[in-house]
């Protein structure tokens, strides 16, 4: 399982380089909307895809994926200062999700 965060600009704007990026595989999302979020699933599962044909074993393969709607930072608990992973508190945070 993958928690995916996009790169935003403000709570609901994509960042530009994700509306770049997408608009080049077929999307005009630039909000996190429910519409947007459909083509951006298809685009990430398109490249999850083609990830798991280049891995080793099957341990290595992504099998699922959730687009969380917000960034890690360091004031939502999920960062350190030094910006490492909490990874207990992401465990904690988005259990329902994993």
Do not use: W
């Not at 999302?29 to 979020?37: C, G, L, P």
């Not at 490249?47 to 080793?56: D, M, P, Q, V």
């Amino acid at each position: 399982t993958v928690l995916l965060c996009l790169k935003l600009k403000s709570p609901e704007m994509l960042a530009d380089e994700v509306v770049d990026y997408i608009s080049k595989r077929g999307s005009s999302a630039k909000t996190t909307n429910n519409f947007a979020m459909l083509s951006l699933k298809r685009i990430i599962h398109e490249g999850i895809e083609l990830a798991n044909t280049k891995a080793i074993s099957r341990a290595q393969k992504i099998t699922k994926f959730k687009i969380l709607p917000t960034e890690f930072s360091i004031d939502g608990g999920e960062l350190t200062p030094t910006m490492k992973l909490k990874r207990k508190v992401i465990n904690e945070k988005y259990k329902n999700e994993i």
